[in-house]
């Protein structure tokens, strides 16, 4: 790889500073003290952005349908996840936290280079109770488990569990075949049916279960947690990290800020299926219910905001065309403005996947995941969101250009 100077950039470096104009020089696979001797490769970059690699720290590359995935075939599925890794790419996100579907065996395929994309933390199986968010059987249906749409090593879908026990195998069930955190359901959600958005799911010992065991694995559970209740319960349980977090009140948000808890917000999905609901499959009496979280989610996002709890990033993209992912940038920089966007699909979510020491902020020592953008963000924002990057550059290596 050799020495890469990039010359002239704009550089929004995600460690709190205002952005600059400036050369930054990248060794092999990281980013190199300036001015690091002479360059093998010089990209010049006059009214260019340069940015951290983006991390989507909440994506679901192998959730390809929300209905009927059991139908494909496993080389259909495995062609399909394939190219949302290689797409994640293409728009600048150098990791993923994948919140769930997606299993070891596809960031094995990475690391062996047989596949192109991101940095993954998987998650496995997300964890559901009986007749919660993830319940996907018929209501006809007596069978034990869900439908399998999956398979070993691609795609898994949900795990069914009730009580500690069985929350406890599932815990291990997922760390066995590679998962690097745990997703749990701890409230209704929008696109299932039966049960209510408000509705906690698992109790405070189920939760506390899940989390004692991911701590053991020296990891974590993150929550899905659209609503207060369950959201209480998790908190009570010892979980620090929630998704979605849409509905709450200022008790709920002040005891978020108190616990130190990390927040993914996730607005680039609701966009994406309000917009074309018809080719998503969303039955029609489910578009108010979306339309009323989508500012549901801007208020308690101002809220969070204003009460300084960190909060990451996380587009939450469904199916077989996730082109959109960098839109969750541009759409919380409408809610919390450019630099305090970027900071958080960066520095924050690196935080939160416990990966800060290697990415999320441009400095010296750190791996040269980067993103290049036509144009000069500082003068206008528009520039990230509404167009792909010109270059991405993973571990010192370019892996998009013109
Ligand atoms: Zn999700």
């Excluded at 007596?142 to 398979?151: I, K, S, T, V």
């Excluded at 929008?190 to 991911?214: K, M, N, Y």
């Excluded at 209480?232 to 808890?261: C, N, P, Q």
Aim: glycine share 12%; proline share 5%; aromatic share 4%.
């Amino acid at each position: 790889m050799g020495i890469i100077g990039l010359r002239g950039a704009t550089i929004f470096d995600s460690t709190g500073r205002e952005p600059r104009r400036g050369d930054l020089w990248l060794r092999d696979d990281l980013i190199a003290e300036p001015p690091g001797g002479p360059a093998d490769e010089v990209l010049d970059l006059d009214g260019h952005t340069v940015l951290p690699g983006f991390i989507d720290a909440h994506a679901h590359v192998g959730l390809l349908s929300l209905y009927g995935q059991a139908s494909w075939s496993a080389a259909e599925q495995a062609g399909y996840v394939f190219r949302n890794l290689r797409e994640s790419l293409d728009q600048g996100f150098t990791t993923l936290r994948d919140l769930g579907g997606i299993d070891g065996g596809v960031t094995q395929a990475i690391k062996a280079g047989l596949v192109e994309g991101p940095r993954m933390h998987p998650s496995g199986q997300i964890l559901s109770q009986i007749g919660g968010h993830g319940d996907m059987r018929p209501t006809s249906s007596d069978e034990p488990a869900n439908p399998d749409f999956g398979c070993g090593g691609l795609v898994r879908n949900h795990a069914l569990c009730t009580g500690p026990d069985q929350v406890r195998a599932a815990v291990r069930q997922q760390f066995r075949r590679g998962a690097k955190q745990i997703k749990m359901f701890v409230t209704g959600g929008v696109l299932s049916e039966g049960d209510p958005l408000e509705s906690p799911q698992f109790t405070v010992e189920e939760i506390r279960a899940a989390h004692d065991e991911a701590r053991s694995h020296g990891s974590y559970v993150t929550a899905h947690a659209h609503t207060v209740t369950g959201l209480m319960r998790a908190l009570e349980a010892g979980v620090r990290s929630f998704e979605h977090v849409s509905v709450i009140d200022d008790e709920t948000a002040s005891a978020l800020k108190r616990s130190g808890a990390i927040v993914v917000p996730t607005l680039a999905v609701v966009e994406s299926l309000t917009a074309d609901p018809a080719a998503w499959g969303v039955p029609g009496h489910l578009l108010d219910d979306l339309d009323n979280l989508h500012t549901q989610q801007r208020r308690s996002l101002a809220m969070l905001d204003d009460l300084g709890v960190p909060l990451g990033s996380g587009a939450d993209l469904i199916g077989i065309e996730q082109r959109t992912r960098a839109r969750q940038i541009y759409l919380m920089a409408a809610e919390i403005g450019l630099a305090g966007a970027i900071e958080s699909a960066t520095r924050v979510n690196a935080e939160l996947l416990r990966i800060a020491d290697k990415v999320g902020t441009i400095e010296p020592g750190k791996v040269a995941d980067l993103v290049v953008y036509e144009g000069d963000a500082a003068e206008d924002p528009e520039v990230i969101g509404t167009r792909p990057p010109k270059y991405v550059l993973q571990s010192g290596r370019i892996v998009r250009s013109p």
